[in-house]
Nanobody
Framework: QVQLVESGGGLVQAGGSLRLSCAAS????????MAWYRQAPAGKQRELVA????????NYADSVKGRFTISRDNDKNTVYLQMNSLRPEDTAVYYC??????????????WGQGTQVTVSS
């Protein structure tokens, strides 16, 4: 079983910064990518924010390019999302996702429980 535990969310003023962390644990054999998604209130769809592959390639949503940076620490099985110049429209629940395989199960998607980020104007 894979567990993803997010942390680092909170309340920040517009223009401020936050760093989210997502620690993965379990019998992970390999992973294709880890990513951050977010889901804003009012029933909006969950959207991809940033992704980092097992080769270290990264990609970002247009709305966060130049402001957010995704990175990973392989030794700690942790992925980070550094968020700078935050805007009120960044307010959402942020979810970590891992796509990978365990010694018990083939390639599957795993999600964290989410962490709230609120940006005040």
């Amino acid at each position: 079983q894979v567990q993803l535990v997010e942390s680092g969310g909170g309340l920040v003023q517009a223009g401020g910064s936050l760093r989210l962390s997502c620690a993965a644990s379990g019998s992970i054999f390999s992973f294709n990518y880890m990513a951050w998604y977010r889901q804003a209130p009012a029933g909006k769809q969950r959207e991809l924010v940033a992704i980092i592959t097992n080769t270290g390639d990264t990609n970002y949503a247009d709305s966060v390019k130049g402001r957010f940076t995704i990175s990973r620490d392989n030794d700690k099985n942790t992925v980070y999302l550094q968020m700078n110049s935050l805007r009120p429209e960044d307010t959402a629940v942020y979810y970590c996702k891992l796509q990978g395989a365990t010694i018990y199960r083939g390639v599957s998607d795993y999600w964290g429980q989410g962490t709230q980020v609120t940006v005040s104007s």
